[in-house]
Every structure is written in structure tokens, then in C-alpha cells.
């Protein structure tokens, strides 16, 4: 029995489960889940009703020949796995940031965009300062639709944070917030990933922090331009990658492209974010993981669509795999996983 | 400046540490920690009295400089930054496991032995769990001084728990205890990884779970021992890293090994092992984290020694890196970053 039906039928004896908390029970990606899932109903194992997915009787004996038993997950309460908790000063931070952001734009598909929940966005700043990566750092931040600029600028702990981002209504609200709070080493720029960095942004930075496409076309040149950034060695990096969007098959490719850069993978933090996306979007703009679901599913009622957290640190002068101008258009963004990805 | 002496600053920006104490604060290797607080010292930024170290006005000053303020970890309180708890069923394994094994052999430095605290032995057994590896498994344990393979025996889930340990003493009390304890999926035999694995012993194993000597050398015939057992693609592997013992350049080396096998990494947790070392040994056996530390520092008053864990998962047909008979001597346990490990 593979590892994904394993998971999701000890997940079901459990208790009933709706298709959104069923993903967060499984480690595969999406196109695995949909796929699994249909077999499931097919064979006749799993039923569904209101939106919610069961065991049948003969789901429940297979269970007992395959010696599973009921899921119980470890997962701490407090921090829900992610390592670190906002309590005392990092408690502060997130209330703040709360406030100062509750006029931040919409996220839009065009670019791929979809927000981490307020709380993430300062757990990967307090995650950061746990590394000793923020005080009196150079920090660069390519696409910051989770406004990590502004939690930094919160924080008052690093010299001087830019921001590159490709969506000008992003790069002016950051700019004017920054202004409006007194965050002087804070600002934001037009970029489009395409081009490569104008000289004065080459070298200059000792941490890059990104929430790259997942494509491996796009990751690459994300992380390559971030890497032109950076001072080299002793500097480090940090980004989101999701396993429902990108298969074992595909961090495996990108962990190589890493290792050849230069970097050192020096933690991956599972389910670091949970992402607060749009519900009437995500069920009207085509995503896969609604259109090619076996049933009609419904909203989602859990953050279903998380990222693991990468720290990586280059133990050597930075090569980046991808320099010069690029031109890319739909690749970009959308592979054959890409199942919570609008298609261009 | 340097992040580690930003570490050991700001850790002591938040009141007096011991030596073992700072050791827990700051992310590089011991000898670099060493060479750091020799520096601090004989730069007067640091003082030291009754084996505790304190800021200089001088070092308060230089602090001040440089933007850094008192730490405040974040690490969560609850799970200690591990991502999972003991509590419910597992914390019954855990009960178990803590009164089976109160009778376990002491650990003797002719192996680089020293055990994990048995809180974390069961935690591991519970984040394997978690990653749906336990239930109907057939896993392989290269070495087992933490005892991991009673604690799958209480868990009951796997199918078949092999350990090959080399020594006699560990071998003899595992296949005790699991006779008298009915575990009979269980048993140990003798084994050198010197040798390679005998037929029936090759491509049987969903799992590994190791935790190898720190040389690039030991570590890679370690894992390709671990390999070697494995069924290939969709098998995964469980093991420690130290960053204390493992610079992040040699951490580098050991991932391009594993990718070289044809493993990704999924997920690695700082600080998931705490190490439980008799502190009479660590005083007398020569280790150079006591022999050169730039003072007496006094015996330790916390578990200071820690290990990152890695899980990993087999993309492809795995290929192990070293086959057939190799001999290995000293240098399988010891290199220029052994700081406590015997000499021998």
C-alpha cells in the first residue's frame, strides 16, 4: 500500500474529514492527492457526503488488515510545528504588524500571488533573528506580497532592507507605508525577475528572503537572482517551497541546483506557512485542485495550502545558475503540478 | 562582525552563561566556538568567574555598536523546537519506554556511543510515525545505543525491526529484552560496517534509521550501508547531524552524497536530539572541547551536545557510494572537527 493511501485512511478512521483538511494529512503533492483520493472512492473504501469524505465498511476492514491504526497527530499545539512561538517582544511584533496592515492590497493571480496568514509573516522574521540574520544586516526581499519589509522594519533590527517586486501597486504601498512609519532603510523598487540586477544591487546583501514560483525554471531563476545579491560566502537565504505543488521528484532537483550554487540546505521546516487564500477565488478561477477534484468539494474550511521553510547558507563563493537577461512567459508560473496556479 | 560572536554577544546581552550553556547559543562548530570566546576573552569583551562568562563594559559598548540587543529565544517552550509533543498515546510509549530500558548497557567511548535522552528516542519514534514510515514497515537500524528499536517494539506498528550493531553488549540486551518483552518482529545481531551486508540483508527495508560517526568517510559508509538495505525509490531515512562536530562545509559534502544515492532531503530539525553524556567521562577522557576551552569551564549544567535531524526520501533507484569490504580505522571516528569524541 503506498504511503499517501496509508496516510489518508488512518487519517479517516480517525473521524470524517472535509477534501481541505484530508490534504493536510498527506505528504504528497496535489495531482497525487486528487488522483488517490478518486481511486479511493472508486474502489469503494472512501464515501463522500456534504462536502466531507468517510471510510465505508470495507475501507475500515483494509485498514485492519494493513494494521493501521487511528491518527493522532504529535504535532505540537503550541507552536503547530513551526519551531518558535510569539510570545513576549515577537508578540508585540505580530500586533503591530496587524495594525499597519490592514489596508494591504489584495493578492492577485496575475503574479502568482497568495498570502501568508499575518502571524507567518512575523514567525519567519522571528525565525530569521533566532538565526542571527537580521541584526545589523543587508537584506534583500525579491517579491514581498507577504510584506515581510514592513515586519522587519517593526523590528527595528536590520541596516537596510529592499525590496524588488513586480507588482507596482505592492511596491507603492510599501514605499508609502515605510514612509508614513519612519522605516528610513526600507524601500521597495519595479522589478520584473526577468532582467538581471542593475549593478548597484550585485553583492550587497547578507540575506536574501523569497517566496519563489514553483516552477523549476522559475525557482532557478528566482534563486539565481537572488544569489547575485548576496556578498557570498557567510551569507544565507531563506524561501518557501510547498510539496503540493512541487513533487519529491522536483525539491530533488531543485536541492541539487541549490548544492550547485553554492548553498547549504541548513534547516526545512515543515508546514512553516499556512497560506490564507481567497476562497471565492480559489473556486472560480480554474485552479486544478478544485476543477480536477473526484467530487464537488466546497469551500475550504482549514489553511490547507501550507510551504515548508528553507534556510540555506552559502559555505562558498555564490555561482548563479542563471545570469542575464531571461524572457519567460507562461512556464514561469505553471508546470504539470502547478494545481492552485491560475493558467495564463 | 562575525555571526557567531554576534550570537554569543547578544546571548549574553541577556544575562551570564555558562560555557555549556553558550554553546546551545550560537550555530557553528565547536571549534570555531572556541576560537571565539578565546578571542572575546583576550579582547576584554568578555569576562569569565566561577565558570560562568559575562559582557565586559568594553563588550557592552562594542554591543551597543553594533545594534544588538538581548536575546529573547523563541524557540517554543512547549515541544522545545522539536515540532512534536508526547502527549496521549505517545506519551504512554514514552512511560514505557523510560521503565523497559532502565537496566540499558552505559555507553563506552570505543564507539563514539553516547545516547540521546530517552524523551527524544521516543520522540523520533513519533516523528517517524508522523511521517507515515512506522506502520507495517520493515525498518533497519545501523547502530542502536538510543535503544530506537524497543521504542518501535512498544509502538507495535512496524512490520519487522532489524539492527545491526556492533556492539556485542547492545546486540545481547536488545535481543534480551525483546524475547522477554514478546517483541518478536524485533532482533539484533553483530555487525561491523566494514563489511558489506549479507544477501538476505540487501533491498528488504522501507526505513533506515541511523545515527552515523561525523567524518565525511564514516558518514558516507554509513549511509551507504543504510542504502544498501533500502528497497529503493519511496524508501526514506532517518539520522542525526551535529553541527557542533560538522562544519556546514562538511554538512555540505554529506548532502551531495545524498543526493549523489538518489535521496532528497524532506525535512531537517535543529535541535531535535539532546544527548544525555555521563559528565564524569566528558571531564576525563580528553575530549577537546574540555581540553581546549580557553578556561576550566566546570562540568556541564545543561545537555549542550545537540543533533539536527534529517529525514530523507529515495526519488530514484538508490545507488550506494562505497561497496564491498573498505578498512577503516581512526580516522571513521575522528577528524579535525572531533570535539567529543575519544581519540584513539
Redesign the interface.
Known sequence: ???IR??LI?ALLSGDKSYWELIRFQ?DSLPKFEEELSNLLNEGLVSTHDHHFSLTDKGIAIAAE????PY????????H??????????ENWSKQFQEITKDRPKAIKDYDQGYVITEDTIRRV??I?????L??KDILIVGDDDLTSLALGITG?P?KVKVLEVDKRLVEYINKKAESLGFKNISAELYDVQNPFREELRRSFDVFITDPVETIDGITLFLSRCVEGLRGE?STGYFGLT?LESS??K??AI??RL?EMGF???????DFHEYDLDAEDLLTQGFRVVTEAPVNVGAPDTYFYTS?YYRV?A??ELKPLITGTVVLSDELYYDDEAFVTAER
Open positions: 500500500m503506498t504511503r496509508r496516510n488512518r505528504d494493513e494494521h493501521l491504526s493522532v497527530s504529535p504535532v505540537c499545539d503550541a507552536c510545528g513551526k519551531t518558535i512561538l510569539l510570545k513576549g517582544p515577537y522571528t525565525l533573528h533566532r538565526f542571527g540574520d541584526e545589523n533590527l541596516r557567510d510539496h519529491r521528484k525539491w530533488y536541492q541539487k548544492l547549504v540546505i541548513t534547516d526545512i521546516i515543515r515548508d547558507y559555505v562558498q
